[in-house]
């Protein structure tokens, strides 16, 4: 009998399993329909309309592969959104609510029962990551436990600034205490790549601040907040934290338009973050902390260890499939070996586990926007037209949401892929002669988040760093592009950030320095003393919190 070999199309097509095939362990527990939704402090109904949640992981059915159904969420109106506008705004009553009022102790320990809380739901926020963004598993545990960390850190992080906050400072014969006060309603929106981490360093640091917030989930990884929303109504006070579900484009323009949000928060596009920004009517109130787009460039010069540039290319292109926003983007190689290094790298990436997000050792995923194999295939077959190969063999099959990785070589100026953000597997590789390319890509490009050089000659890689350090706000040596670790400074020049995150930068972003001062003389260092040690006063006050 002849065996007949299956194509590659077959055999990803035969990765997607039957319903009855999907393990148990991973499986939700069924469609989860919320209808319900967080604002001032209660749990409300949603009998409206509803947005079905279609997972990236398709079953196989006798009518062909389809999209899993595994629930829906609330499409609410305008008039939601302003009535969690109202709430957040009546919430924070000008400062003098009970949230920003509260004292720093006391806000902690709601962050802390919170947190508590949250741990309770992991199993069911885990499988909805996974099964809402395809992201693996195995991934979607450490973005949960990454995310319990950076709340955690957060919390030691401000008792470190409200300790050193509880000291008065003299100068000049003014004496003064300074402290971190909140600035008014947040508006707190996510991406879908990591969105429960990356919603979450913005949230929290701006919640226990003692702003108060509304917070619109992304689009793909709406469902894996819902478990959560109850512990937001126990341990915060009515109104402190508010849901809005909807359309973007429908409900969030009225709300930036009101001029009663303080902060817009948002990681995302910069074309998002530009329109919403003009809709403000008071341009100097709005504070804006964004985390936005960004083409990070690898540069591998002849003194790299080619291994491993190789393997930190894979790590730094093809992590959650290339969707991340510090991922590589766009590879430029010195010609002398250009082709070594596309030559291995297409080994190294055909290597790659493509697969269902609970396999174990899955690298490659099911990719969660509907939209996005086609954008693929089109910057792909756009990047041929112009010249470049797909050198990997398989590279762009596609086959419903799974895309097996393009390394795309030689990639020149004349292609889309060389300026577009392309978020997904697709690596572009650049041969150059002279430095100055990568260099002068750098200067033209719209974005300025990071880059990764790789070389061992150290005058080479010293006089890579200074005039790189002027175009990106962080430049990686003989490594990928990265946020971590999460206490380092995360931010971007140009149209790839606005302020700047870390454990303590978002605690800073989130609040203005205000501070109490008076002249030093005896009926004002009584005045002071007075309020002091009879605790009359939650931001003129030397409590000290352990
Ligand atoms: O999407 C952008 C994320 O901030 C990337 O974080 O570099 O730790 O994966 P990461």
Redesign the pocket.
Known sequence: MVETKLSFEELLHEKFVTADAIPEKFALPGEINQREYLSNGEMKQWNGTVHPVYSPICVNTPEGLQRKLIGSYPICTEAEAAEALDAAVKAYDNGRGEWPTMNVAQRIACVAKFTAKMLEQKDIVVKLIMWEIGKSYADSVKEFD?TVEYINATIDALKGIDREASRFEGEQGIVAQVRRSPLGVVLCMG?F??PL??TF?TLIPAIIMGNTLLFKPPKHGTLLHYPLLQAFQECFPKGVVNTIYGRGNTIVPGLMQSGKIDVLTL?GSSRVANELKKLHPKVNRLRAIL?LD?KNAAIITPKADLKQAVQETVLGSL??NG?????LKIIFVHRSIAHAFSKQLSEEVNKLKIGMPWEPGVALTPLPEPGKPAYLKDIIDDAVAHGAKVVNENGGVTVESLVFPAVLYPVNDQMKVYREEQFGPVIPVVPYDDLETPIQYLIDSTHGQQVSIFSYDKNEVASLIDPLMNQVSRVNINCQ????P?VFP?TGRKDSAEGTLSVVDALRSFSIRSLVATKLNDANTQLFNDIVSENLCNSLSRKYIF
């Open positions: 990454r991406p790549n990591y981490n990356e360093t990681i985390g960004a992590s959650f969707q991340r926003c510090t991922a592009c990265q946020r971590g999460d995360f």
